[in-house]
């Protein structure tokens, strides 16, 4: 697997080619700033990292997620050490009875549980069925997720000024996680991580 690994940028995640030194962020991070505050991953989507996202996600291999969610916590150590608690991207009910199980889910809970961080399963919930994500444009991915998320009536108290980590099982152009970050601070969370096991190097925020 293509670790990824320090020098990277400190909002995006992206590895630098060369140590820019301390605080610089990417050009990418500059001109379209995320609505997280920050992004970790494990390593790049290909090779070993993508079949294991894969078998995890399609061939129902829930007994990688332990180990899986072992390399997130070394990745995002400090985030998570800073955080109050871990939540997860979460599937549309309907996409949950044909699927019998949410990959980011089964991720995150083991996250949780390495670190001794509460898992907030029900604070973020999917409002809108949408489509899958998989061959649709950044726009169009966007557009999709759109309002998809909220925290139901509740569980404010929940995120409300928490320092939250947002786990999902890969990251490509980030519109999934951008639709539940925005969720998650308009019901008053703090702070904003994402921790996702693989993320694609190139494409738009």
């Not at 610089?24 to 991070?29: E, L, R, T």
């Not at 980590?165 to 519109?175: N, Q």
């Not at 925005?182 to 904003?192: E, Q, R, T, Y």
């Amino acid at each position: 697997m293509r670790l990824i690994e320090k020098p990277y940028c400190p909002v995006l995640g992206l590895p630098f080619a060369h140590d820019p030194g301390e605080g610089m962020v990417s050009p990418q991070a500059i001109a379209q700033p995320p609505v997280f505050d920050r992004l970790r991953s494990v390593a790049l989507h290909e090779g070993v990292a993508r079949h294991l996202v894969h078998d995890l996600k399609y061939r129902d291999r829930v007994d990688l997620a332990p180990m899986m969610a072992g390399w997130m916590v070394r990745a995002a150590s400090a985030e998570i050490a800073a955080a109050d608690a871990i939540l997860s991207v979460p599937l549309h009910r309907m996409r949950i009875f044909r699927r019998m199980f949410n990959q980011s889910a089964e991720l995150a809970r083991h996250v949780a549980r390495q670190s001794d961080k509460p898992f907030l399963a029900e604070a973020l919930v999917r409002r809108k069925r949408t489509q899958q994500q998989v061959g649709l444009t950044a726009n169009q991915r966007s557009l999709n997720v759109r309002g998809a998320f909220s925290v139901p009536e509740g569980c404010e108290d929940l995120v409300f000024g928490k320092r939250l980590v947002l786990v999902d099982d890969v990251y490509t152009t980030g519109a999934t996680v951008s639709a539940a970050t925005a969720a998650l601070k308009k019901a008053g969370a703090a702070d904003v991580t994402i921790l996702t096991f693989a993320r694609a190097l190139a494409g738009p925020i």
